[in-house]
């Protein structure tokens, strides 16, 4: 049986490996997710098979209920909710580290270190995922939250913990590792709070490999290697993302940690200015009549669903007006890491077209028009040119290069972050007011009919 059991969870593990590698093209992530499916059924197997189980039924009725809710989350969640969603589930993969950490500490289990490294990480990213999602969800403020003596409050819990931590493995205190487990909560609480908007995506990878390193911590507590093999993928694959969009946003793990400590509405330009408009129409005409067109989506656009009227927009101008059209992504546009990448090969958008910051930023000065749909910070030249900014340092698009920019928005408002673009005001920006979809459907019926 135990033969049985170790070769079913090498090939879950292959196959939930093989998963991730094909996650990485549009075109196989269809299938991917199968696979990732069918690894994790060999795994449910495998350890069903492993144990003998006294309540058998009440497990089983319990994972019906879980997979019941997890479709229907997945069935109905809006495109532009799904950050929510992504954080809520990485939420509970750390609660059940917490949870097995204590089942095993209430059954006298003697890897005191394992189970207290479950606790601590699980319980990290329980809470901090928790406040990413009512953040998300617009619960409380998306930005910065701070009060008094806040980073102060914050090293001694993580002393504490660190203290309380040593103490477990040296006295074996159930009493000492309850309190633990609640100080922990509470400090994932306070380390999240100050995170800003537009580092939102980065704290979402830094608390998912939180999760999968917690997962690590409880394989080895219960010696089951697939968790250890699993939970070291997505711990160091949470982390070398997260690393990743730091590096490209310029921002270290304390400046995220610490958010912003300028008050944005002291940089607001109190003078009168005014934003020129324009209509669907006159967008559509000045569009068919380019050479070179690059569209920046963000977070608008997710919230419209507008990816499919986008891309009809491309393949009128692509194919009726031979106009050369790209697209141009933020390394942290939206709410979580490829939010936008998501949007645009559900809308079948072809990779080719598709390119990060980097590729494309130098290719702005010789492009003829802009297509911002909901991109405020990202597109921010204050981050580039005003030290008192909070976005100062934050590597953004430069749009504000182009011939003409076209800026999809409901309103003049500020982005996630609090801060107002004065890109809005610039004298080749113009302005097209409302959803993202319906001003964009309106330009594909001009681009059809012209």
Same mark, same amino acid.
């Given at each position: $049986?135990?033969?049985?059991?170790?070769?079913l969870?090498?090939v879950?593990?292959?196959?939930?490996?093989?998963?991730? =590698?094909?996650?990485?093209?549009?075109?196989?992530? =269809?299938?991917?997710?199968?696979?990732?499916?069918?690894? $994790?059924?060999?795994?449910?197997?495998?350890?069903?098979?492993s144990?003998?189980?006294?309540?058998?039924?009440?497990?089983?009725?319990?994972?019906?209920?879980g997979?019941?809710?997890?479709?229907?989350?997945?069935?109905?969640?809006?495109?532009a909710?799904? !950050?929510q969603?992504?954080?809520?589930?990485?939420?509970?993969?750390?609660?059940?580290?917490?949870?097995?950490?204590?089942?095993?500490?209430?059954?006298?289990?003697?890897?005191?270190?394992?189970?207290?490294?479950?606790?601590?990480?699980?319980?990290?990213?329980?809470?901090?995922?928790?406040?990413?999602?009512?953040?998300?969800?617009?619960?409380?403020?998306?930005?910065?939250?701070?009060?008094?003596?806040?980073?102060?409050?914050?090293?001694?819990?993580?002393?504490?913990?660190?203290?309380?931590?040593?103490?477990y493995?040296?006295?074996?205190?159930?009493?000492?590792?309850?309190?633990?487990?609640?100080?922990?909560?509470?400090?994932?609480?306070?380390?999240?709070?100050?995170?800003?908007? #537009?580092?939102?995506?980065?704290?979402?990878?830094?608390?998912?490999?939180?999760?999968?390193?917690?997962?690590?911590?409880?394989?080895?507590?219960?010696?089951?290697?697939?968790?250890?093999?699993?939970?070291s993928?997505?711990?160091?694959?949470g982390?070398?993302?997260?690393?990743?969009?730091?590096?490209? $946003?310029k921002?270290?793990?304390?400046?995220?940690?610490?958010?912003?400590?300028?008050?944005?509405?002291?940089?607001?330009?109190?003078?009168?200015?005014?934003?020129?408009?324009?209509?669907p129409?006159?967008? #559509?005409?000045?569009m068919?009549?380019?050479?070179?067109?690059?569209?920046?989506?963000?977070?608008?656009?997710?919230?419209?669903q507008?990816?499919?009227?986008?891309? #009809?927009?491309?393949d009128?101008?692509?194919?009726?007006?031979?106009?050369?059209?790209?697209?141009?992504?933020?390394?942290?546009?939206? =709410?979580?890491?490829?939010?936008?990448?998501?949007?645009?090969?559900e #809308?079948?958008?072809?990779?080719?077209?598709?390119?990060?910051?980097?590729d494309?930023n130098?290719?702005?000065?010789?492009?003829?028009?802009?297509?911002?749909?909901?991109?405020?910070?990202?597109?921010?030249?204050?981050?580039?040119?005003?030290?008192?900014?909070?976005?100062?340092?934050? !590597?953004?698009?430069?749009?504000?290069?182009?011939?003409t920019?076209?800026?999809?928005?409901?309103?003049?408002?500020?982005?996630?972050?609090?801060?107002?673009?004065?890109?809005?005001?610039?004298?080749?920006t113009?302005?097209?007011?409302?959803?993202?979809?319906?001003?964009?459907?309106?330009?594909?019926?001009?681009?059809?009919?012209?």
């Open positions: $049986m135990t033969n049985i059991v170790n070769i969870y090498l879950a593990c292959f196959l939930i490996i093989l998963s991730i =590698r094909t996650l990485a093209v549009p075109r196989s992530a =269809r299938f991917g997710n199968i696979l990732g499916m069918v690894g $994790m059924l060999m795994a449910f197997v495998g350890a069903f098979i144990v003998n189980l006294p309540n058998f039924w009440v497990v089983i009725s319990i994972i019906v209920v997979g019941v809710v997890g479709v229907y989350a997945g069935l109905k969640v809006k495109i909710s799904l !950050p969603m992504i954080a809520v589930f990485n939420g509970f993969g750390g609660l059940a580290a917490v949870c097995i950490a204590l089942s095993e500490v209430i059954d006298f289990s003697k890897n005191y270190f394992d189970n207290m490294i479950g606790l601590v990480i699980g319980g990290l990213a329980f809470s901090g995922s928790m406040v990413a999602f009512v953040k998300l969800q617009g619960f409380i403020s998306g930005k910065s939250v701070h009060f008094p003596l806040q980073q102060a409050l914050n090293l001694l819990l993580l002393m504490i913990v660190l203290v309380l931590g040593s103490s493995i040296v006295t074996q205190d159930i009493g000492v590792f309850l309190v633990l487990g609640v100080l922990v909560l509470f400090l994932g609480v306070l380390l999240v709070l100050p995170v800003g908007g #537009a580092d939102m995506p980065v704290i979402i990878s830094i608390l998912n490999a939180c999760s999968g390193w917690a997962t690590v911590g409880i394989g080895m507590s219960l010696d089951i290697m697939l968790l250890v093999i699993v939970g993928i997505v711990g160091a694959g982390s070398i993302l997260a690393y990743i969009m730091m590096k490209s $946003m921002r270290s793990f304390f400046n995220i940690l610490t958010g912003n400590f300028i008050n944005s509405n002291l940089l607001k330009d109190e003078n009168v200015k005014m934003a020129q408009t324009g209509s129409e006159e967008a #559509a005409f000045i068919e009549n380019a050479t070179k067109i690059i569209i920046v989506p963000g977070y608008g656009m997710a919230v419209a507008a990816q499919y009227a986008v891309k #009809a927009m491309t009128l101008l692509q194919n009726k007006y031979g106009v050369e059209v790209k697209f141009a992504i933020h390394p942290v546009a939206g =709410r979580m890491p490829g939010h936008m990448n998501v949007l645009l090969a #809308a079948n958008v072809d990779y080719s077209e598709v390119f990060e910051m980097n494309i130098n290719e702005f000065s010789s492009t003829d028009v802009v297509y911002v749909i909901g991109a405020n910070d990202i597109t921010n030249p204050e981050a580039k040119n005003n030290p008192q900014s909070p976005l100062y340092g934050m !590597p953004v698009l430069d749009v504000e290069k182009a011939k920019i076209f800026f999809v928005k409901r309103s003049l408002g500020v982005g996630y972050s609090g801060v107002e673009n004065p890109l809005f005001y610039a004298p080749n113009i302005m097209l007011y409302g959803d993202a979809k319906d001003v964009t459907e309106k330009i594909v019926k001009s681009l059809e009919l012209n």
